[in-house]
């Protein structure tokens, strides 16, 4: 997306939603834009319904873990199909108890990705109908994608976790 799309995305948010956004950036040249946590869903909303953005479309949903700052992220990233437009949009959430609304309202598609994104972050998605975990086993006590779990059995030798990026 050229800068004047990126632009005109952010303006969008910021009519309703200035006092929301925590800070814009472009890594990859793919508009990145860090919100509140408490009107997410008010704004994917907005988004959705807005007649010229249009953001009825949901790639992914996912969580990211920042150990360093105790926080789990959620990022949502949509796409408009009639502009061809795409943003990402992320809140972020403390570690120890990471509870959001659930998507699954406005996009069915929300449905699993939620979901796999409780079952290795934890993330808990209120008001989601069916929120269990998908991949992993229903007894498993831990979020495996959290990365203070230890990758490999740690008597390995060959391999260590900075060889991971931890």
């Not at 059995?153 to 990026?165: A, I, V």
Request: net charge negative; glycine share 2%.
């Amino acid at each position: 997306m050229d800068s004047t799309v990126q632009e005109k995305v952010v303006n969008i948010i910021k009519e309703n939603f200035e006092a929301e956004v925590l800070s814009v950036e472009s890594p990859y040249n793919f508009l990145t834009i860090n919100l509140k946590k408490e009107k997410i869903i008010e704004i994917i909303q907005y988004l959705y319904d807005h007649n010229e953005a249009r953001f009825q479309y949901l790639t992914t949903l996912c969580g990211i873990h920042y150990p360093d700052v105790k926080q789990i992220a959620v990022m949502y990233q949509l796409h408009s199909l009639t502009n061809n437009w795409r943003v990402r949009l992320k809140i972020y959430l403390p570690e120890e108890n990471p509870v959001t609304p659930t998507l699954t309202t406005l996009y069915s598609a929300a449905n699993w990705m939620e979901r796999e994104t409780y079952d290795f972050f934890g993330v808990k998605f209120t008001g989601h109908p069916d929120l269990r975990r998908i991949l992993n086993v229903e007894d498993m006590i831990i979020h495996p994608l959290r990365k203070e779990y230890p990758l490999e059995d740690q008597t390995r030798e060959d391999k260590k976790d900075f060889m991971f990026g931890r």
